[in-house]
DNA sequence: AAATATACTGAACAGTGTTTAGTAAAGTCA
DNA sequence: TGACTTTACTAAACACTGTTCAGTATATTT
């Protein structure tokens, strides 16, 4: 019988519409500002019952954590058209930035907010999105080796400088530790520093 | 008479008895978990006192970041007795990480949390103590340069190079986001890292 | 039609930062 | 010394927060 479908897909349909709730406030405010009880009010229910379909806030977040790296797939995936392995590094290197300016609220859920990490950490979980980004970022780093365009070096090495280099500076930004320069300078400077840095890894 | 000036140094006591319990607390607990209750309980004080000697819970841990500061500062200072800048520098860096390490709910106040940030952008008022901590990092890349012993390059470009990756390795760490490595391979890839990565601006 | 299962909620618990009105002690001045 | 003022402090409240649980109304099954 078609019930327990229908139930089924009603119920996919309330988690589909808290978590969409969820996330529109949640990129117009912050996490912080986004309560459940907010939540409950937008899409008229109480809040007790969002926790008939998630166990926790974090776990709310998590989720959200998701799309935003849905969101950043799609852009990475956009990369793929650059014939060049070493050009595309490059690309790939600058899309990260503007996706971090873009869209703030998700890269602070995606790689700075401890709340969705600590869903998983509890759950036992592998942290799959991060995985599969650094596998991308990791492959594109062999394929510049491969063809001679970047220094020799251990691949694992290369990626965790790589991207600690494109974090920091995103966050720092992100976090308001540029005071020291304009906003004109930052903007500049970050560009400077991402093409001299990345020039380092060339080889010449 | 005396009066003014014993009341002035009661009223420093006080700031000073709060901050202490406060600063206990948030390092033992992180920022979440230190509520203004709690502190007023440890001291034994209204929680309403607090807001006599300051403004909002920002202010408090403003001033605990101050205090971070100092202890990174200290450190900081213990590198002058290197003669090479650019062991200097080495050292220097390794110091940041093993600052955020030692000390990551500092670490996370001085780098990472926008709370004590905002206490001053709504003050207008300067990040005083990053700007000391950063120029100090970019006077010892000058030296470096004027030595020859580092690539020559635009020294602000280089500063926000060299605290960008730092910076973007401790947190990715302190934040959970190395879950792709065990800790044993962490620590190895980040000593790796940094080497490699200091080494790339190394003048040849 | 009766019994059971599902979906939902009101109200409460235990906490948060912050404000305000009121009190008791300390200091000032005639 | 007594009256007035200032200072230091607090109880209680306001407006929130995440979360739980007993109870209810509806839907489904027997």
Redesign the interface.
Same mark, same amino acid.
């Given at each position: 019988m078609g019930i327990s479908e229908r139930k089924e897909r009603e119920k996919q349909e309330m988690r589909d519409l808290i978590l969409n709730a969820a996330t529109a406030m949640f990129i117009e405010e912050g996490y912080d500002k986004t309560s459940i009880r907010k939540i409950a009010d937008k899409i008229e229910y109480s809040p007790a019952t969002i926790y008939l379909y998630f166990k926790d806030k974090d776990e709310i977040f998590h989720a959200i954590h998701d799309k935003g790296f849905d969101k950043f797939f799609a852009l990475m995936e956009t990369t793929r058209s650059i014939e060049n392995p070493f050009d595309r590094l490059i690309r790939l290197s600058d899309l990260y930035i503007d996706f971090a300016y873009e869209n703030p609220e998700y890269y602070d859920l995606m790689?700075?907010? !401890?709340a969705p990490?600590?869903a998983l950490?509890h759950n036992n979980e592998?942290?799959t999105c991060?995985?599969q980004a650094?596998n991308f970022l990791k492959a594109l780093i062999k394929e510049c080796m491969d063809e001679g365009l970047m220094k020799e070096?251990?691949v694992?090495?290369a990626a965790?400088?790589i991207?600690?280099?494109?974090?920091? !500076?995103?966050? $720092?930004a992100i976090?308001?530790?540029?005071? !020291?320069?304009s906003e004109a300078e930052v903007k500049k $400077?970050?560009k400077?520093?991402c093409d001299?840095?990345l020039d $380092?890894?060339r080889k010449k």
């Amino acid at each position: 019988m078609g019930i327990s479908e229908r139930k089924e897909r009603e119920k996919q349909e309330m988690r589909d519409l808290i978590l969409n709730a969820a996330t529109a406030m949640f990129i117009e405010e912050g996490y912080d500002k986004t309560s459940i009880r907010k939540i409950a009010d937008k899409i008229e229910y109480s809040p007790a019952t969002i926790y008939l379909y998630f166990k926790d806030k974090d776990e709310i977040f998590h989720a959200i954590h998701d799309k935003g790296f849905d969101k950043f797939f799609a852009l990475m995936e956009t990369t793929r058209s650059i014939e060049n392995p070493f050009d595309r590094l490059i690309r790939l290197s600058d899309l990260y930035i503007d996706f971090a300016y873009e869209n703030p609220e998700y890269y602070d859920l995606m790689f700075i907010m !401890m709340a969705p990490i600590e869903a998983l950490t509890h759950n036992n979980e592998d942290w799959t999105c991060g995985f599969q980004a650094y596998n991308f970022l990791k492959a594109l780093i062999k394929e510049c080796m491969d063809e001679g365009l970047m220094k020799e070096m251990d691949v694992e090495v290369a990626a965790l400088s790589i991207w600690s280099f494109k974090h920091g !500076m995103t966050s $720092l930004a992100i976090r308001n530790r540029f005071k !020291m320069y304009s906003e004109a300078e930052v903007k500049k $400077l970050m560009k400077e520093s991402c093409d001299m840095m990345l020039d $380092l890894f060339r080889k010449k």
